[in-house]
């Protein structure tokens, strides 16, 4: 605020007064408001073109010090708000971030340059498509597609593995099944003499699980890591085993 204002024990700008009162570096009770209010009148008469910030500046200060001095003639006097709120230099720079942004939105409104979204946003689908990076051929996508589809190829095996390893089992199954029919009695190491590789013998094994699962044969072992004796069950089904629940 550029007016400058004298009253008894003070001459300066009014917000300086008041950090003054506030401060209780000056009392209150010693500055006539009248006077000041008056001095501002006859600034404001004496000058047509003051903007309406400078008068917003003053009406906050004075009302300011109004209060002050109200209540040091009222002591019972308490406004929460006035007495919680920010200090006048807080308020004043608050006040000036505002000033300076509503004469940024009047250039921007008086340059017509103003835009206003919609509310709702219309989603627009765009069908898809494929766009390759700059610098990139058609030998470098099909060069690509090969290794992507040689490195698929492991995958591509794994259902003719199963297949392989289903049909070994229900082979083992069925010449375990005869062997037994043949003999009534055989041993496990008897029935893996055949054997080529470890596989094998694993398949052989399961095929051995699946008849005593179905009841169609029993084992007998003595010891740990004693052969392991296979013998018809006595009630073993006429039928001839479920091969096919392994392929």
Same mark, same amino acid.
């Given at each position: 605020?550029?007016?400058?204002?004298?009253?008894?024990?003070?001459?300066? $700008?009014?917000?300086?007064?008041?950090?003054?009162?506030?401060?209780?570096? /000056?009392?209150?009770?010693?500055?006539? /408001?009248?006077?000041?209010?008056?001095?501002?009148?006859?600034?404001?008469?004496?000058?047509?073109?003051?903007? $309406?910030?400078?008068? %917003?500046?003053?009406? =906050?200060? %004075?009302?300011?010090? +109004?209060?002050?001095?109200?209540?040091?003639l009222i $002591?019972?006097?308490?406004?929460p708000e006035?007495?919680?709120?920010?200090?006048?230099? &807080?308020?004043?720079?608050?006040?000036?971030?505002? =000033? &300076? %942004?509503?004469?940024?939105?009047?250039?921007?409104?008086?340059?017509?340059?103003?835009?206003?979204?919609?509310?709702?946003?219309?989603?627009?689908?765009?069908?898809?498509?494929?766009?390759?990076?700059?610098? =990139?051929?058609?030998?470098?996508?099909?060069? +690509?597609?090969?290794?992507?589809?040689?490195?698929?190829?492991?995958?591509?095996?794994?259902?003719? &593995?199963?297949?392989?390893?289903?049909?070994?089992?229900?082979?083992?199954? %069925?010449?375990?099944?005869?062997?037994?029919?043949?003999?009534?009695?055989?041993?496990?190491?008897?029935?893996?003499?055949? &054997?080529?590789?470890?596989?094998?013998? =694993?398949?052989?094994?399961?095929?051995? /699980?699946?008849?005593?699962?179905?009841?169609?044969? +029993?084992?007998?072992?003595?010891?740990?890591?004693?052969?392991?004796?296979?013998?018809?069950? $006595?009630?073993?089904?006429?039928?001839?085993?479920?091969?096919?629940?392994?392929?």
């Amino acid at each position: 605020m550029a007016v400058t204002f004298r009253v008894e024990h003070f001459e300066g $700008p009014l917000d300086l007064l008041l950090q003054l009162v506030e401060q209780e570096r /000056l009392d209150i009770s010693e500055i006539s /408001l009248a006077a000041v209010a008056e001095q501002f009148v006859l600034h404001v008469q004496g000058n047509k073109e003051i903007i $309406p910030e400078e008068l %917003a500046d003053f009406l =906050v200060v %004075a009302a300011r010090l +109004m209060y002050l001095k109200s209540k040091l003639l009222i $002591p019972s006097l308490f406004e929460p708000e006035l007495e919680d709120g920010p200090f006048l230099e &807080t308020q004043l720079r608050e006040y000036k971030k505002f =000033v &300076t %942004a509503s004469r940024l939105i009047n250039e921007i409104w008086n340059s017509e340059k103003c835009s206003f979204p919609s509310r709702e946003r219309t989603l627009q689908l765009s069908q898809g498509c494929f766009i390759p990076p700059v610098g =990139v051929t058609t030998e470098d996508l099909r060069q +690509m597609m090969r290794r992507v589809i040689a490195r698929l190829e492991p995958i591509l095996k794994l259902p003719e &593995t199963s297949i392989k390893r289903a049909i070994n089992i229900q082979q083992k199954i %069925a010449d375990l099944f005869q062997r037994i029919k043949r003999h009534s009695k055989t041993t496990f190491k008897d029935f893996l003499a055949g &054997t080529k590789d470890r596989t094998e013998t =694993v398949v052989s094994f399961l095929a051995l /699980l699946e008849l005593v699962k179905q009841k169609f044969v +029993m084992v007998e072992q003595d010891d740990i890591f004693n052969d392991i004796v296979i013998n018809l069950h $006595p009630d073993a089904p006429q039928a001839d085993p479920l091969v096919e629940s392994f392929a």
